[in-house]
């Protein structure tokens, strides 16, 4: 399974960037009960859940400090996934990873964890003040 994130750049605060995600995997690989969604890593700072979306029912899964500037959204058709973010904030600089896990350890609340099992290699967002 390989991930690809792309949509990352350079950003003033107030803008928005969009930021996808796709999947590749070997010819009849499935991974049922799926999350795939979003992390991000700023300097100096831990990596934290963003949001993910369920491969079952599309269901949606947010940190609660996500919620609302950050979409996510799928596209089962073409095992994509995007992460909206409007109205960019400095504190968003970070590296953002795309992260495939299992949807039965989700939690999400004030943070979002589920046990990842495939990484994307990170895409660099940068936002100005």
């Known amino acids: 399974v390989q991930l690809q994130a792309s949509g990352g750049g350079l950003a003033q605060a107030g803008e928005s960037l969009r930021l996808s995600c796709k999947v590749s995997?070997?010819?009849?690989?499935?991974?049922?009960?799926?999350?795939l969604g979003w992390f991000r890593q700023a300097p100096g700072k831990e990596r934290e859940g963003i949001a993910c979306?369920?491969?079952?029912?599309?269901?949606?899964y947010y940190a609660d400090s996500m919620r609302g500037r950050f979409t996510i959204s799928g596209d089962n058709a073409k095992n994509t996934i995007s992460l909206q973010m409007n109205d960019l904030e400095p504190e968003d600089t970070a590296v953002y990873y795309c992260?495939?896990?299992?949807?039965?350890?989700?939690?999400?609340?004030?943070?979002?964890?589920?046990?990842?099992?495939?990484w994307g290699q990170g895409t660099l967002v940068t936002v100005s003040s």
């Open positions: 979306i369920s491969n079952m029912d599309d269901s949606t």
């Open positions: 995997a070997a010819s009849g690989f499935t991974l049922d009960y799926s999350c």
């Open positions: 992260a495939l896990g299992d949807l039965q350890t989700v939690e999400y609340g004030a943070t979002l964890k589920y046990d990842v099992a495939f």
